[in-house]
């Protein structure tokens, strides 16, 4: 899905259906296999049932106290 200056691709990772970012320069076609990075640093992961936002919660939980 082209969105100006990036790509979304969506794809099949061992049956669960995800998304993600992607440069414009990016030249995969459709049912192509390509290699992927992952940069964990900007990784999000939702339940799939309630919509959370699972890291945002899990790094929640490693904050408290820690907040200046």
Do not use: H
């Not at 970012?21 to 940069?39: C, Y």
């Amino acid at each position: 899905e082209l969105l100006g200056n990036e790509v979304i691709l969506y794809f099949d990772l061992c049956g669960q259906n995800c998304c993600m970012k992607a440069s414009v320069e990016n030249e995969s076609q459709a049912g192509e296999t390509i290699p992927v990075w992952v940069d964990v640093t900007k990784l999000c992961l939702f339940d799939r049932l309630s919509g959370k936002n699972l890291f945002y919660e899990k790094r929640n939980i490693f904050m408290k106290g820690k907040e200046n």
